[in-house]
Every structure is written in structure tokens, then in C-alpha cells.
């Protein structure tokens, strides 16, 4: 009896530190994780799990941030409020849906001319502006005085890329001589624009990466129960049986892919 209480006071102790709930959630955030880098050795159950119920709990989010933070607040309250001009584009939106009814999904074009014309008139003027007019801006900005020295070597060196780029997407003029040559260059600041891009890609990526391990290390303490090299055990016993079975029922022979 001593040593069951023994036990029980280093179970509660454990609850004392860790509260229950986020051991759950510890476990959750482990075993997901693992099903779903299990994906890296074959396509299995627990992937397909994972990947479900990672999907329909991100469906289920957004449906509840669109039900209370759009259609709530301005359409509903909006009505309640009197203001039944609201109806107008929420009988466009709601237009859209007929596109999975094929007999009227005609109506769906109302919503979609709509959404297309609006989205263009707003979207247009601000890529002019940010895109084009401070891209530009931007360029003349270090020879209008005040900068150093460095600041206009680099600001030349940003010109003079924007001018050859310029050059590769000028298709009007046949790309022969000072224009073919600049054109060339323009297209190797395209490519350490697109490297660094890809780079800063990757880093973003590998740092959820990192998040991941770092979780997965948390996780893997006496707090949680060890939940990390539990389920990752339980996955290569799985993964171990399923090739003993499949070798066996195949005679000993690989399965074919």
C-alpha cells in the first residue's frame, strides 16, 4: 500500500507542475507532429489522420473567424441596426454558391463581375503606387542629396540593375546589340533576386522547422510523460510489424510500388 501511495503522489506531483489539460495538448502536438513527418518514410494511416484532422479543425477556424468576425458584425448586427443597404453585397456573395448547383449557376457571374471589377479598381492604383512609383522613388532617392558616399555607390548599383531589368521585359525593340547586352545583365539580377528570395524562403521554412524540434524536444521530459519517444516508438513498431506482415504475406519478397 505504501508504495501504490508512492505512486499516486508522483503522479499527482506531476499534475501539480504540468496541469492535465497541457499534457494533452502536449501529447496531441507530439503525435501530430510525428504522423506527420511519418509521411517521410511511406504514406500510412497516421499520416492520413493527422492530415484530416488537421484540415477540418482549419476549415473549422475559419469558418468561425468568418462567422463572427465578418458575417456577425456587418451583416447581422448591420441589419439588426437598420441598415438594410448590407443586403446587396451579401446577396452577391451569397451568389457565389449557386456555382455548385448547375442550373443556376449562372447567377454565380453576378458575383464573380462584382468581386472581379471592384477587386481591379482597388488592388490596380496600389500596386501603381507601391510597385512602381516608390520602386522608383526608391532608385532616386540616394542622388537627391544628404547621402554618402556608399549610399550612392549602392543606389547606382540599384539603378543600374533596374534599367538592365527593365530592358529584359522590353519586348517592343529586338534584342540585338546595347540592348541584348543590357538585357543580359538584367538577367542575373534577376537571378540573385530570385536566389535570395528562394533563401529568405527557406530560412522562413526552416525556422517552423526548428519550432517543431524545439516542441518536440519540450514534449519529450518527465513533465509530459515522455509523450515524444512514446509515440515515436509506437510509429517504428508500427512501421517495423507492418513490413514483417507485408514481407510475409508477400514471401519474403519487397512489396512492388
Not at 504514406?43 to 492530415?51: I, L, R, T, Y
Not at 509530459?224 to 508500427?238: D, E, K, Q, R, S
Amino acid at each position: 500500500m505504501e508504495f501504490l501511495a508512492n505512486i499516486w503522489q508522483w503522479f499527482a506531483g506531476l499534475f501539480t507542475v504540468t496541469p492535465g489539460w497541457m499534457i494533452f495538448g502536449g501529447w496531441m502536438a507530439a503525435g501530430l507532429t510525428l504522423c506527420i513527418y511519418s509521411f517521410l518514410y511511406k504514406d500510412n494511416p497516421f499520416f492520413k489522420v493527422a492530415e484530416h484532422l488537421y484540415l477540418g479543425a482549419g476549415m473549422g477556424w475559419v469558418f468561425q473567424v468568418t462567422f463572427f468576425q465578418t458575417w456577425k458584425p456587418r451583416v447581422w448586427d448591420a441589419l439588426m441596426d437598420g441598415q438594410f443597404v448590407v443586403l446587396i453585397p451579401t446577396v452577391l456573395g451569397l451568389s457565389l454558391m449557386t456555382q455548385f448547383f448547375p442550373r443556376i449557376s449562372w447567377i454565380s457571374r453576378y458575383g464573380f463581375t462584382f468581386i472581379m471589377g471592384y477587386g481591379a479598381g482597388l488592388v490596380i492604383p496600389l500596386e501603381i503606387t507601391t510597385n512602381f512609383l516608390r520602386q522608383i522613388g526608391g532608385t532616386i532617392a540616394p542622388f537627391a542629396g544628404g547621402a554618402g558616399f556608399w549610399a550612392m555607390v549602392n543606389g547606382a548599383i540599384i539603378a543600374f540593375g533596374f534599367i538592365c531589368v527593365l530592358f529584359y521585359f522590353f519586348f517592343s525593340v529586338e534584342q540585338k546589340g546595347v540592348v541584348k547586352k543590357a538585357s543580359n545583365i538584367g538577367i542575373y539580377f534577376l537571378m540573385l533576386y530570385f536566389g535570395a528570395a528562394f533563401g529568405n524562403t527557406v530560412m522562413g521554412r526552416f525556422s517552423l522547422l526548428y519550432g517543431r524540434f524545439d516542441d518536440l524536444y519540450k514534449y519529450s521530459g518527465s513533465g509530459y510523460f515522455y509523450a515524444t519517444h512514446v509515440v515515436l516508438g509506437l510509429l517504428v513498431a508500427y512501421f517495423v510489424l507492418d513490413k514483417l506482415v507485408l514481407s510475409k504475406k508477400n514471401g519474403g519478397q519487397e512489396p512492388a510500388h
